[in-house]
């Protein structure tokens, strides 16, 4: 089978298949039959061949004589579904955890088949199959015992509750609970599973959409761990088929969904997802910013996902002609979704999303008169399917309820009632942080506030649309919403204002344009300095923007010092160049200052600055946009007095304004720039990340084949080795019947030389026979030294723990003297509980070894007298649990070897040097904790653990949120 599984991997089907046929033949057993088609089945799946692995479970069933249909009519699940209910009934009241564990081997075998067989029903499109084998696996469960697919039973009764039953908030507590048992009972196979089918299609609907996002990436790692790819590749598919519609940006979305085609090729299913989402990407933010990825080589296989990705890309192509302002392209996806059978194994979310860009294309259709308006009765059943929707969890499907109602209510003549249920629908998809959905619904307050004549408050609407889809990043959908928009110009000044000022309004409308044109801040201060001095004639010119703790000089410019503008970043009060006073009278009351001449001025002709400077022609003007302060311009002319006039000050805050809309669009840019290296790192790392988890994935393959092949040779090492041991128990005893015959014999000097013989014999017997043990126990500790351990799962008191295996280990010590155990237990831990088992063996081989110093120590000094003292202490959070004797401690010059594996202080042939190797992984490896020696020369040593509080998982403290 692993040759056949192997062959598989590198796509070599007609092998992999030849190999399982010869597997097959070579048994008989029914249930390692059902093995064998379980493992084909998983092999084919992971290829996508899911009839074949539908038709390879089937015939495990089979195997087992439980052969169910692979198209079973509504009889055989009613059948089923009857059983299930009631045993479902009697469970729950009593307690689903008081159920005793499966045994059985056929029924685990079943059980695991069923497993299977719910993915390979559901991509299939066959919900009586799935219902019928869920509920087969419900009664196995209920009535034959616990087994690790529970758990996975349970959800997917969850799931029938809420598609079949219509009973989504039964469906999402039973699946919450199925969670629950998966991750008490800790088996990252189950838990990845039941996180795939609770997450993907159960917690949003109670829960916000991106906690589902988060739970199937959860569900990815545990799939991983557990070497399941096959659901790691359902779970991720999820994942991102859900990021166009969760509230993440387009970049996002996109970045994650090619990373993810990366790892579809390297598990060859799902892509079809991934080349979806980048196709949405490109639809609505454009193909120069969102490239598609090439197409697959021609001699790389494209596996057929049944349709499934087909489905989702209508569901995207409903969306696009929303975004687009295609209603009619929407309307032709719809079709194609609404006469596919595939739509029933779309989860509630995919439908949400569906049935509220569906009414949204109909009811455009209907005002522009493509179709009649009996066709709104689709979109007001979509409007009742999200009202309750939204019941359950207003976080998802509050603002698409409001908005589908909003459009209705424009559809029938109730404009007043249709602004309201458009502010509901913007507010609520900005509480939720749904960029693409606030801005749709502000573009449709747009139009309607347009068509009934409000040019002013569409505009608005229109504004605040394009902020949302800036920020979800889709251009082409700003592109659309801006064609046709006439930038609002400044009307040119009468010939009379012209000659009163003496000024060039074509060097305005010159400056206005380059300072539009430059993204570039440090740029664009430099043209705005040189056009402002151009203008108005300034001797100096300085730019100040806001930071934190007031302005700062960003920009300065000196006739006398050349044309270049020098960046300053310096601050207000102690730029040698300007007037502090002026700037910040400014600054507070955000009028302009225009003065002739300082010097003469009696507001200001005593100030220090002025007087110093000899200060005479100043203008200084705030810049603002849309009501905000965005910084100050500050002009002078120390040579005349009267450069700047009112008709001056009028033209320079047009280019004023548009500086102001300038710098902020160039601050947008450098925020962007930023955001954007952000992101490309971001990317690069995770693609880092997925790449060392391939590594990691194929370094764990390796790694257990070759856990296998040392497990292999271990086994073939110790079969000759018992057989050494058995035939040296066999020359003792040979010998010892010589020996007895021998002793029969008359004296004579042959038979003194038998009975040496014989005694020699038995005493080289003796020794092979106890090197063979040796050797087969230092074959056992290595392979327990690495054997992976996960932790057990049977918690148990520490303090009993601690008592019951020291006790054991000292009585198992005959030459030891009554009395000399003694125990001191913490009251503190009476409820810090610990894994049993492992935990159980290291404190058995620290006693042990404590056992062994003091008795070498007793049988060197007559009249010593052994004490082992173990005690347990409270520490913070944790425990510690130390182990003292008196048996003279460890060399100084051995210590820094005592936990190396085949160390030991022992005589040789009394130990294998393993066992305090093997206790401190057990405790860093398996539970975090440490274990460390105290050494007393002379005196004795102490072994001192140290264990932690177990943590308690992320996901509960998300399961006890209330909603």
Known sequence: MEAARCAATLGRKAESDSHFDAALAATTDPVARARVHQLRSRVLTQHDHNEQALESCLAGLRALDRGISARPGPLSVLAELVPALLRMAWARRGGLDRLPPMTDPRRLAEMGLLADVTLTAMRLARPPLDALVT?????????????????????????????????????????????????????PTVLGRVMVFYGGFLRHLRKPLRETTTMLEEAVRSAMRAGDVLYASVALGGALSYLPMDGHSLDEAHGQARQGLDFFRYTRNWAGVSRQITRFCAAVGGAERFPEPPPEPDDVEVPDD?????????????????????????????????????????????????????????????????????????????????????????????????????????????????????????????????????????????RFHGAAGRGEVAELYRQRALRHFEAWGADRVVDRLCAGQQPTRPQPASPARRARGGLDLDAVLKATRALSGEVVLGELLTKLCLSLAEIAGAERVFVLLPSQGGLRVEAAWDSQRGAATAVQSGSVGVHPDLCPAIVRYVHRTQQPLLLADALADPTWQTDPDVRRRQLRSILCLPLSRQGASSGLLYLENNLLAGVFTEARMGLLDLVGAQAAISIENARLYETLEQRVQERTAALRGAMGELEAAQSQVLLQEKLASLGRLSASVAHEIRNPLHFIQNYAGLNIQLADELRVAVEALPDA???????????????????????????????????????????????????????????????????????????????????????????????????????????????????????????????????????????????????????EPFFTTKAPGQGTGLGLSLSRDIVVRGYGGDLLLENHPGEGCTLVLELPRPSQGAWEAAESSPG
């Not at 009664?139 to 989504?168: D, M, R």
């Not at 079709?335 to 294309?361: E, G, H, T």
């Open 135 to 187: 509920l087969r696996m419900v009664n196995l469960w209920l009535a034959h015992g616990q087994t690790a697919e529970a758990a996975v039973a349970y959800a997917k009764f969850g799931l029938i509750s809420s598609l079949l039953f219509g009973a989504p908030r039964m469906g999402h507590d039973m699946g919450s609970e199925a969670f629950s048992m998966a991750r008490r009972d800790g088996d």
């Open 749 to 899: 000097p042959e038979s003194q030389a038998l009975r040496e013989a014989a005694e020699t014999l038995s005493a080289n017997a003796a020794r092979i026979r106890d090197h063979s043990l040796r050797a087969d126990q230092i074959v056992h500790d290595m392979q327990f030294h690495a054997a992976r351990r996960d932790g057990d799962e049977a918690p148990t008191p520490l303090n009993d723990l601690v008592a019951e295996y020291g006790r054991l280990a000292a009585a198992a010590e005959t030459a030891l003297p009554e009395g000399c155990l003694a125990l001191h237990l913490d009251p503190a831990l009476a409820e810090h509980r610990v894994p049993e088992a492992s935990l159980g063996r290291v404190l058995v081989n620290l006693v042990k070894n404590a056992c062994d110093a003091v008795l070498a120590r007793a049988a060197r000094e007559p009249g010593f007298r052994p004490a082992i003292v173990v005690s347990t202490q409270a520490v913070g959070v944790g425990a510690r649990v130390r182990v003292q004797d008196n048996g003279g401690g460890v060399d100084e010059a051995l210590l820094s070897r005592v936990f």
């Open 306 to 446: 049944d349709g499934w990705s087909d489905t989702l890309g209508w569901v995207y192509d409903v969306a696009i002609g929303c975004f687009l302002g295609d209603a009619a392209a929407s309307l032709a996806a719809a079709d194609k979704v609404l006469a596919n059978p595939m739509v029933i194994r779309l989860s509630d979310s995919y439908k949400q999303y569906f049935w509220s860009m569906y009414p949204l294309a109909l009811c455009e259709a209907v005002r522009t008169g493509q179709l009649p308006k009996r066709r709104l009765r689709a979109a007001r059943r979509a409007r009742c399917y999200l009202d309750r929707a939204r019941r359950r969890a207003p976080a998802n499907a509050e603002h698409r309820y409001q908005l589908v109602h909003a459009e209705l209510l424009v559809c029938d003549g109730r404009p007043l009632d249709a602004m309201a249920a458009y502010d509901a629908a913007i507010a609520a998809a900005e509480a939720g942080g749904y960029n693409q959905d606030a801005g749709l619904a502000a573009e449709r307050a747009s």
